[in-house]
């Protein structure tokens, strides 16, 4: 079995796995009311990237799916199969838009010529006053590719044809593993790109495996000659930011059994490093994140990302929750978020307590414009799918194509919560959706507060006819006003209903 038809076959087994029996009432796994983290219950995500754009958080993720033996028993991941790149997104941090994947390597990804795509980076600039957004990602851990888009969700093309690093690639010829990219667009829009990775045989201390080096303007070239970044312990998951003029290098600590001294850091935490440049000198600092078993009773790799959104930073982070939520083997890995803090004086970031719990909404949900059907705050035995072609074949029609579409899959007793939605003084007068039935006819509910809280509206969906086509399906509302939960509900029926869900809106009264 090839690398795509183990990456299919551990799709749909992935699916089968989040949804359960479908005989069975659907019941939420993972991200349990009214926890935050992890982000999204509906599927895998790991190796977290975070890009801000138009004051929405991006973030780019390792597609984790299962993998099975001869007998279709879970096995722990080999990674081997990964070749696509998960996108989700927010605006208030607790209800999540899936954007689907990016095709990113293999024959039919954007990038032929590479067979992995771990631990993304993305990166945004206006040139030639256009907007342009750069995916870079690791073809396992041999070297660093690079795709761009106009939209930070696609259609994504590979702008040169070839990896960006290699072993060929000036100062990296000793670098263990070439993977991990983070990227930095400076105040001057100079860019720079991170990563690096692993242990030399008898180096745990001083691997000097991490690299800085300068991007071209066009932002997929390199320039100069990457420099060794003297990180304690290094292992893996170069990060970068900036704050308050001070620049911030984070990585993954080793796992090594050795003797330690109390300013080294612990074997799998996220440590820390500070410059007034770029590229160096760097001053150790110390750990900020321990290893996810500490919280979660679930070790494993660390890896991460930190961001500002408003006026607070977040830490995006992978643990293994929903994996153990689900009774698997491990090395399943899920996203969550966090606040990071600074002292204020010595700008030292505070350690960051890892939880279920995550961070605060940042603002009320707005049911009066189009929504995807794949924003999910909750939900319980609900997937995603892609609805339409390859967004990198569209794109080689030229970059009118647009990205992708996805859609939410609801079975019989599945929902779809979204929090505090705020329907306002007036609330609704009505409420559309695009759907395309599967199966028998149904009843989309809508209701407040919980799955069987106060019923505000009922869509009605007759039964799936040859060629499944898309249709618009309303209904008036009545009662809803203020902010509320609201509830998406597939009432069950004894028609075994399956039901696409695009797009939907609520009509102000």
């Known amino acids: 079995m090839n690398n795509e038809t183990m990456a299919q076959a551990g799709e749909q087994k992935t699916e089968a796995g989040l949804t359960g029996h479908l005989q069975h009432t659907p019941k939420e796994i993972g991200k349990l009311r009214p926890n935050a983290n992890p982000l999204m219950a509906h599927k895998f995500g790991a190796d977290p990237y975070a890009l801000v754009f138009n004051n929405r958080v991006y973030l780019y993720m390792t597609s984790d799916k299962l993998e099975y033996d001869a007998n279709e028993i879970p096995q722990k991941n080999s990674y081997q199969s990964i070749n696509k790149i998960t996108v989700i997104s927010s605006d208030d941090l607790i209800n999540w838009t899936d954007h689907g994947e990016i095709k990113v390597a293999g024959p039919e990804g954007a990038a032929t010529w590479a067979s992995q795509s771990w631990a993304p980076a993305a990166a945004h ?166 290893n996810p078993g500490h919280f979660f009773g679930i070790g494993g790799n660390n890896h991460h990302a930190i961001f500002p959104l408003g006026n607070e930073w977040y830490i995006a982070y992978h643990a293994q929750t929903l994996c153990q939520a689900m009774d698997i083997p491990e090395g399943y890995r899920s996203t969550h978020l966090n606040k990071v803090q600074y002292e204020e004086t010595s700008g030292r970031i505070k350690a960051i307590q890892a939880d279920y719990e995550g961070v605060d909404q940042l603002k009320s949900f707005n049911p009066y414009q189009q929504v995807s059907g794949s924003t999910i705050g909750w939900n319980a035995g609900v997937i995603t799918r892609q ?26 007793g599945s929902w779809i919560a979204i929090s505090r939605v705020d329907f306002g003084q007036k609330g609704a007068a009505s409420f559309t959706a695009t759907v395309c039935s599967q199966g028998g006819s149904c009843t989309l509910e809508l209701r407040l507060g919980r799955e069987d809280g106060d019923l505000i509206g009922k869509v009605h969906i007759p039964a799936s006819a040859e060629g499944q086509e898309w249709m618009e399906a309303s209904t008036s509302i009545t009662g809803a006003k203020h902010e509320h939960d609201l509830y998406l509900v597939l009432k069950p029926s004894e028609e075994n209903p399956c039901i696409l869900l695009n797009q939907w809106m609520f009509e102000e009264a």
């Open 387 to 412: 609805i339409s072609g390859s967004g990198s074949e569209q794109a080689e029609q030229g970059e009118s194509a647009k990205p992708d579409e996805v859609a939410s899959v609801m079975h019989e």
């Open 125 to 290: 600039r206006n040139l030639n006053g256009e907007d342009r957004f750069y995916l870079y990602f690791a073809n396992n851990a041999s070297g660093i590719g690079v795709l761009s888009a106009p939209t930070p969700i696609g259609p994504w093309t590979d702008p040169i044809g070839k990896a960006l690093v290699t072993r060929e690639t000036p100062g990296v010829e000793d670098v263990t593993w070439l993977f991990d990219p983070a990227v930095l667009v400076d105040d001057d829009h100079q860019a720079y790109l991170y990563f690096g990775g692993g242990v030399p045989e008898g180096k745990p201390e001083r691997p000097d495996t991490a690299r800085v080096m300068r991007l071209g303007k066009d932002m997929v070239s390199v320039e100069g000659k990457a420099k060794i970044i003297p990180a304690p312990f290094m292992f893996e998951n170069s990060g970068i930011h900036k704050y308050d003029n001070i620049y911030y290098y984070t990585y993954c600590s080793n796992f090594f059994q050795v003797e330690r001294d109390e300013d080294s850091p612990p074997p799998g935490e996220i440590a820390y490093m500070t410059s007034a440049q770029p590229m160096g000198p760097w001053t150790y600092q110390g750990t900020i994140l321990k």
